[in-house]
T-cell receptor, first 112, second 114 residues
Framework: QQQVKQSPQSLIVQKGGISIINCAYE??????FPWYQQFPGKGPALLIA?????SEKKEGRFTISFNKSAKQFSLHIMDSQPGDSATYFC???????????FGEGTQLTVNP | NAGVTQTPKFQVLKTGQSMTLQCAQD?????MYWYRQDPGMGLRLIYY???????DKGEVPNGYNVSRLNKREFSLRLESAAPSQTSVYFC?????????????FGSGTRLTVV
């Protein structure tokens, strides 16, 4: 079963636009929500992460918005650049847990 | 450079052949993981090792075995490869990050079973 659902599967954005990727989770015990970025031929790398005690976290052009009651969180990429073209994965885990559950991934293409 | 090293990077197997994927990390991490990545299915956990000497099944363990050789090395073995095991395999290790824990991934092994 997929405990973390991610959408859309693919996304095309123009340079300078806003990219938005959404995730929903089922397990209310999850309390750590990272996003990973993967370039072709490479392994995923941590981009940004949030805990549910805050509703938003911003690092540069990347922002995570978190809605605990809806069990949803999203990644916003402001002023999207061609260099942001990659696959993005949301994930979730529990503090003290030893496993990270990933969403299905979103392939982002930013056109110049 | 510190990180996770996977070998080989590419491999083609015939159905029924066996092989071992190697993984080593030099960050003194306790936990190590094997994932497979398939289009539209994200990263699915095959096996993990929370600490040296222990291993546990993940979501999709059938057809695989693992060995935590020491703290640095965690190998994945396919005893009798099947076309359904065609995938990209990633090894990862886990450290402690500021807001939780951070996984560091290797660059992957692209396996094709014909």
């Amino acid at each position: 079963q997929q405990q973390v659902k991610q959408s859309p599967q693919s996304l095309i954005v123009q340079k300078g636009g806003i990219s938005i990727i959404n995730c929903a989770y089922e397990n209310t015990a999850f309390d750590y929500f990272p996003w990973y970025q993967q370039f072709p031929g490479k392994g995923p790398a941590l981009l940004i992460a949030i805990r549910p005690d805050v509703s938003e976290k911003k690092e540069g052009r990347f922002t995570i918005s978190f809605n605990k009651s809806a069990k949803q969180f999203s990644l916003h990429i402001m002023d999207s650049q061609p260099g942001d073209s990659a696959t993005y994965f949301c994930a979730a885990s529990m503090t003290g847990g030893s496993r990270l559950t990933f969403g299905e991934g979103t392939q982002l293409t930013v056109n110049p | 450079n510190a990180g996770v090293t996977q070998t080989p990077k590419f491999q083609v197997l015939k159905t029924g052949q066996s092989m071992t994927l190697q993984c080593a990390q030099d960050m003194n991490h306790n936990s190590m993981y094997w994932y497979r990545q398939d289009p539209g299915m994200g990263l699915r956990l095959i096996y993990y090792s929370a600490s040296e000497g222990t291993t546990d099944k993940g979501e999709v363990p059938n057809g695989y075995n693992v060995s935590r050789l020491n703290k640095r090395e965690f190998s994945l073995r396919l005893e009798s490869a099947a076309p359904s095991q065609t995938s990209v395999y990633f090894c990862a290790s886990r450290g402690a990050g500021g807001t939780g824990f951070v996984y560091t991934f290797g660059s992957g092994t692209r396996l094709t079973v014909v």
